[in-house]
């Protein structure tokens, strides 16, 4: 079985084909890093637009770097959901398109469950059930995962999700935006002292597995006020001295928001271990778990408890067209598709697929 996946979701355009035995045939990412840089954020009419300029070519790309047409794919998945509606749309009907054009049955893929489930394209040795932590711009989730479209969240957060705290000190810090923040901070903390400044760990005092990012962001945003940084002097035009107080303020940052991430993975490894004994992996994924120093922590967690860390490789953390592909094979295999929408749609038709994806 050869499959397609489709990503808009967000910022990124994606597609990729998958063959079954998990041979990735081709991989393509079209970034909207620009329109990023140019307005400090995702403006969802805007990245609309880039959509529906690029979707058409990235497919196409997607296929003739795996030396296929449309006609040789046995589906098409496509991401449904969670994300821009604006955004989502674009990549359901071009799959719609697709699928209606050559009698392609349809997978409606949910984004994080591609975020957890392309963990088992790269360790085959991954079964059900395992634990996961999704990390990314708009969500921080613990999931125990204890079979394909069977999940119970474990945790998560009660305001901004890691991605958007490493995203917005990036900006106050006033680090390149051209791409996104969580990579431009995690190169400047390698020069900063991590203890230099002192920022407390979030809900302390909550016994549970839920996430908080808002008051350490407001923490971030007071020490650099503080220290009278400009982020409208870019980085690389500050002095020494600035350039290493904004180092410190990454790195203590960094430290902290990934310190609450081992606090909670480590209550929810013991809690899900409970019920489910036989977990034996905890997969970290989504944009952030690209993070070399989230993943060296992480790993040190889940060794204390004898369990091992699936990691997918960056390419795969952050959006792509492989989770779609992938997560759209797991649920084809087993039967849960759509039936292929009739040739000739019209292009407005609003499309409801199948959710197939239960929290317990
Ligand atoms: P979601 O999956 O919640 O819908 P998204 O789809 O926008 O969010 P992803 O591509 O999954 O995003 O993740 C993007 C996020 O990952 C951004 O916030 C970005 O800063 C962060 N990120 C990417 N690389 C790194 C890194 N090396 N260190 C820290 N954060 C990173
Ligand atoms: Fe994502």
Known sequence: LVVLGIETSCDDTAAAIVRSNG??????????????????????????????????????????NANLTERDLSAVAVTIGPGLSLCLRVGVQKARKIAGSHNLPIVGVHHMEAHALVARLIEKDLQFPFMALLISGGHNLLILARDLGHYIQLGTTIDDAIGEAYDKTAKWLGLDMRRSGGPAIEELAREGDAKAVKFSTPMKQHKDCNFSYAGLKTQVRLA?????????????????EDRSSRADIAASFQRVAVLHLEERCERAIEWALKIEPSIKHLVVSGGVASNQYVRAQLDQVVKKKSLQLVCPPPSLCTDNGVMVAWTGLEHFCMG????????????????????????G
């Open 224 to 240: 650099i006020e503080s220290r009278n940084i400009n982020a409208e002097i870019p980085i690389s035009s500050a002095s020494s």
């Open 23 to 64: 041979d990735i045939l081709s991989q393509v990412v079209s970034s909207q890093a620009d329109l990023l840089a140019r307005y400090g954020g995702v403006a969802p009419k805007m990245a609309e637009g880039a959509h529906m300029q690029v979707i058409d070519q990235v497919v196409q790309d997607a296929l003739e």
């Open 336 to 359: 849960r598709y759509d039936p292929p929408p009739p040739a000739n749609e019209p292009e407005d038709y609003v499309v409801c697929l199948k959710i197939l994806i239960a929290y």
